[in-house]
Nanobody, 124 residues
Framework: QVQLVESGGGSVQAGGSLRLSCAAS????????MGWFRQAPGKEREFVAA????????YYADSVKGRFTISRDNAKNTVYLQMNSLKPEDTALYYC?????????????????WGQGTQVTVSS
């Protein structure tokens, strides 16, 4: 089992950057594939980015490709989401998630563990 705690959210102007972190408990972090999802008010949760357990494979939603970068440091039990060139439409509650079932996943239903989320607000 793993517990996830996100941090790094905040308020920025359009064009700015933020780096989200997700710290995981436990000694088997390296065996979990990780993902970032977001949910804006009144909208469905959507996939943002995912990374395989080794970090060798990454996946991005088309809406963030080229602007966001997912990475992980297994020695620190942490996954990151570097967000550049932020847009107002990136405003959402961002969640990290973990799965041991799949080597990587982009569907929320494939993740068994979720954090509480960190708010990102981008103003124009």
């Amino acid at each position: 089992q793993v517990q996830l705690v996100e941090s790094g959210g905040g308020s920025v102007q359009a064009g700015g950057s933020l780096r989200l972190s997700c710290a995981a408990s436990g000694r088997t972090f390296g065996s979990y594939a990780m993902g970032w999802f977001r949910q804006a008010p009144g909208k469905e949760r959507e996939f943002v980015a995912a990374i395989s357990w080794s970090g060798g494979s990454t996946y991005y939603a088309d809406s963030v490709k080229g602007r966001f970068t997912i990475s992980r440091d297994n020695a620190k039990n942490t996954v990151y989401l570097q967000m550049n060139s932020l847009k107002p439409e990136d405003t959402a509650l961002y969640y990290c998630a973990a799965t041991k079932t799949y080597s990587s996943a982009i569907a929320g239903r494939d993740y068994g563990y979720w954090g509480q989320g960190t708010q990102v607000t981008v103003s124009s």
